[in-house]
């Protein structure tokens, strides 16, 4: 049977058969009515299912129940109510646009039909937080009633998440910001930030680096958050940021921005321009120059020094003194001082290089370096000294070598006794000495016979010493004993004719000696009747005690010529003579 309406149970019947395959005897094949019959209704059942509220923050609890009639009537919601106490029961208002089933014209199967009511908690139980919630429900189908079936308690949440107390610093030391703020709420929130770099009026900074209290998972309570503002705000200084934070509750609930008042995010570098560095005049200080700026506060100075044009960074700055370490004000033409004797002695570098680091208050750094300039604290080095006097002069070369990476001033002192004492006169001397001497090997010239004259001495010694433009004065270095020849050669024996010349010679005999240490040439001369003498004809060299010269006269002698003078002159090895001279009287 089909058409009849709920309750079914409502309808009385009575049945008759017919034969409809004998068409010819159909209408007497018809029985009589039986007796009448009616269904017997059962009562309805409700069994609960699933409840819970939304976590999309549309604040609606789902209450999934299946509703069993054994006759499958229509049904209709008779109780739906809800109770913060299970004692204490109101009727819940139904959440329409979110496909509830509603609370009427409900079919219920005999084998048991699904059914959604959508409870508007956040209409019944706005701003409430609540663990221990109840519902109950009820149906009938016109004639009889379910049971009152009740829930067990369950939570519901229509509040809220509160964030205050929103506070912004950055780390001093670090370039990283603490947020620090209180959420308030029964459960677990979603919390999200927004950074203004414009006092609140727009919020698009990178946060990306946050860490700590902030995403899901955020329990009650005071909360900090950390922004690594070097990361996402670098080479910055503003006094007007604002970071706002909101919480998203675990039931949706979305909570409203709360921002703080402005601060301060330093992530910009100081600046260093400007670096020199030179060594103060004859000494082994340096000073360093360096100018610095800084948005606000002071900075903290590191000094490094590279001996290789900056490939390296290692030599020792502990003399260093100035404007150096912490707290130093920026500002212009800062001041360095180091005192390269102690901590880098013995040196000749042409490569150093300085570089100046400055650091703020935020651990913001930046540094600048000079260019290359040289160090000296090495003194000259003096060596290979030696000396000789020149043939055929009174003149001494002294050679020596001298290494520095300057010009030196170069002294030198003579001995007469092989380096006992140094007092021999050298006003003298020309060549590489005195100021201004580069490195290399040098010569200097002294006039012995000027400043040391009639002397000839086998223990003369010359020492020399160079002085650098950074007052670094080697050690004296000194030659080994050399001779010395300034006196001049002495007459021993008079010159004189050896034999008489006679008629028709062209030549005489002429004889004398010397007394020489360093004898060369003697040259011998002979003048007739009172003239001029003639050519010289060389002697024996090499000798102070000449052997007897025939002498060439210039012409052949008669009876009327005679020798009117003799003479014979010796010359050393050193230029000196003497005429060692006789006159007819």
């Known amino acids: 049977m089909s058409g009849l309406t709920s309750p079914v149970a409502n309808y009385i019947f009575k ?142 949440d229509t509040v809220l998440p509160v964030v205050s107390s929103v506070s912004a610093s950055q780390n001093l030391g670090a370039r990283t910001v603490v947020f620090t703020y209180t959420l308030t709420d029964a459960n677990s929130s979603l919390v999200e930030l927004d950074i203004s770099e414009d006092g609140g009026s727009t919020w698009n900074v990178t946060d990306t680096s946050v860490s700590g209290h902030v995403g899901s998972g955020v329990t009650p309570g005071s909360k900090t958050i950390t922004w690594n503002a070097g990361a996402d705000f670098d080479n910055q200084y503003q006094t007007d940021l604002q970071v706002r934070i909101r919480a998203k509750d675990t039931f949706g609930n979305q909570g409203t921005n709360t921002s703080s008042s402005n601060f301060t995010v330093d992530t910009n570098d100081p600046s260093v321009t400007n670096v020199s560095a030179v060594q103060d005049s004859m000494l082994d200080t340096f000073t360093f120059h360096y100018d610095v700026s800084e948005d606000v506060g002071n900075v903290a100075i590191g000094l490094e020094i590279s001996s290789n044009g900056g490939t390296t960074w290692t030599i020792p700055t502990t003399t260093v003194t100035g404007d150096t370490g912490s707290g130093i004000a920026p500002g212009a033409n800062k001041t360095i001082t180091w005192n390269a004797a102690v901590d880098y002695n013995s040196q000749e570098k042409t490569n150093m290089k300085i570089r100046v680091t400055a650091t703020d208050g935020f651990s913001n750094t930046s540094n600048a370096s000079s260019a290359n300039f040289s160090l000296d604290t090495l003194a000259p080095r003096v060596t290979n000294v030696g000396a000789s006097q020149t043939l055929g002069t009174t003149n001494i070369s002294i050679t020596y070598t001298l290494a520095d990476q300057n010009v030196s001033l170069v002294e030198i ?35 012995a016979g000027v400043d040391f004259d009639e002397q000839n001495q086998a223990d003369i010694q010359v020492r020399v010493r160079a002085k650098d433009v950074y007052e670094h004065q080697s050690a004296n270095v000194a030659s080994s004993n050399f001779s010395l020849d300034t006196l001049n050669p002495v007459v021993l024996t008079t010159s004189n004719l050896q034999s008489q010349p ?84």
């Open 413 to 447: 002192d003579i001995s007469d006794d092989g380096g006992a004492t140094w007092a021999v006169t050298d006003t003298s001397v020309t060549g590489d000495v005195g100021t201004g001497v580069s490195s290399g090997s040098k010569t200097i010239t002294w006039n």
């Open 502 to 585: 006679n008629a028709g010679d062209t030549t005489v005999l002429i004889g004398g000696s010397f007394t020489e240490t360093n004898p060369n040439t003697n040259d011998f001369y002979v003048a007739i009747n009172g003239g001029a003498y003639g050519s010289a004809t060389s002697g024996t060299t090499n000798t102070s005690s000449p052997s007897n010269q025939a002498t060439s006269v210039g012409s052949t002698l008669d009876g009327n010529d005679y020798i009117s003078k003799v003479k014979i002159t010796h010359t050393d090895d050193y230029g000196q003579t003497v005429d060692n001279e006789k006159c007819d009287s």
């Open 15 to 156: 049945v008759k058969s017919r034969n409809p395959s004998d068409a010819a005897h159909a209408v007497s094949s018809e029985s009589a009515y039986s007796a009448t019959a009616q269904i017997t209704n059962t009562a309805p059942s409700i069994s609960l299912g699933s409840i819970a509220q939304t976590t999309d923050g549309t604040d609606y609890v789902t209450i999934n129940y299946t509703g069993t009639d054994g006759q499958g009537d229509v049904n209709s919601l008779t109780v739906f109510e809800y109770s913060i106490d299970n004692s204490t029961w109101s009727t819940m208002t139904e959440k329409t646009g979110v496909g509830s089933d509603g609370t009427s014209n409900l079919v219920f199967l005999p084998s048991g039909s699904a059914h959604d009511f959508m409870w508007d908690v956040g209409t019944d139980l706005p701003s409430v937080e609540d663990s221990t919630v109840y519902i109950r429900l009820r149906s009938s189908d016109t004639l009889t009633t379910s049971t009152l079936v009740t829930s067990s308690a369950f939570e519901i």
